[in-house]
């Protein structure tokens, strides 16, 4: 059965980096058709897709965090992680992974647990 | 890239349906058959419940159901049940490689 957990620091301060990583079992990130992707929930919001990666390296992201977010892949590790630079209180947020069928059509699942991070001094 | 538009909140009795919309536009959830909703309850992670508009995958009841019309696709949920108190949120494919989810809402079984 695959799982999904999210990894990382809890709390970042303002204009910092903040790194996350998700460790993938039961199931291998370089299978075909499938990306894996970040999203996020600000406290009280709706789901936001942040970006997702594929193993042969195409990598896509939403357009309104594009320059400031990277997603990367360790296939040795079987993780990928996420980097969203220079942060603000607005990137408050559970930031959870996962599986991105992504080939003729398109869905996410499953889910890791998610994570808390708060931007805060 | 604007979010799907839902309504914040419904609410039914039990054995009731309640449908739910998902409002985007011509450029995602109008363009492609690609809508997916999602079931979270509180404190667990957003469990898949229909994909492709109206298909679901292996273990959700065929209470769930999905559907679409020009630039709105609806999740109905028929007879209504208490585990089905949880927060909803559509996704689609937005073209030029991004997608776009809605804004959630609630259910809530009376």
């Known amino acids: 059965q695959l799982q999904l957990q999210e990894s990382g620091p809890g709390l970042v301060k303002p204009s910092e980096t903040l790194s996350l990583t998700c460790s993938v079992s039961g199931g291998s990130i370089n299978t075909p058709n499938y990306y894996w992707g970040w999203i996020r929930q600000p406290p009280g919001k709706g789901l936001e897709w942040i970006g997702s990666i594929y193993y042969s390296g195409s990598i896509y992201y939403n357009r309104s965090l594009k320059s400031r977010v990277a997603i990367s892949e360790d296939t040795s590790k079987n993780h990928f992680s996420l980097k969203l630079s220079s942060v603000t209180a607005a990137d408050t947020a559970i930031y959870f992974c996962?599986?991105?069928?992504?080939?003729?059509?398109?869905?996410?699942?499953?889910w890791g647990q998610g994570t808390l991070v708060t931007v805060s001094s | 890239q604007s979010a799907l538009t839902q309504p914040p909140s419904v609410s039914g009795s039990p054995g009731q349906s309640v449908t739910i919309s998902c409002t985007g536009t011509?450029?995602?959830?109008?363009?492609?058959?690609?809508v997916s909703w999602y079931q979270q309850q509180p404190g667990n992670a957003p469990k898949l419940m229909i994909y492709d508009v109206n298909k679901r995958p292996s273990g959700v009841p065929d209470r769930f159901s999905g559907s679409k019309s020009g630039n709105t696709a609806s999740l109905t949920i028929s007879g209504l049940q208490a585990d089905d108190e949880a927060d909803y949120s559509c996704?689609?494919?937005?073209?030029?490689?991004?997608?776009?989810f809605g804004s959630g809402t609630k259910v809530t079984v009376l």
């Open positions: 011509s450029s995602d959830v109008g363009g492609y058959n690609y």
């Open positions: 996704c689609s494919f937005a073209g030029n490689y991004t997608w776009v």
């Open positions: 996962a599986r991105h069928f992504w080939g003729g059509t398109g869905w996410f699942d499953p």
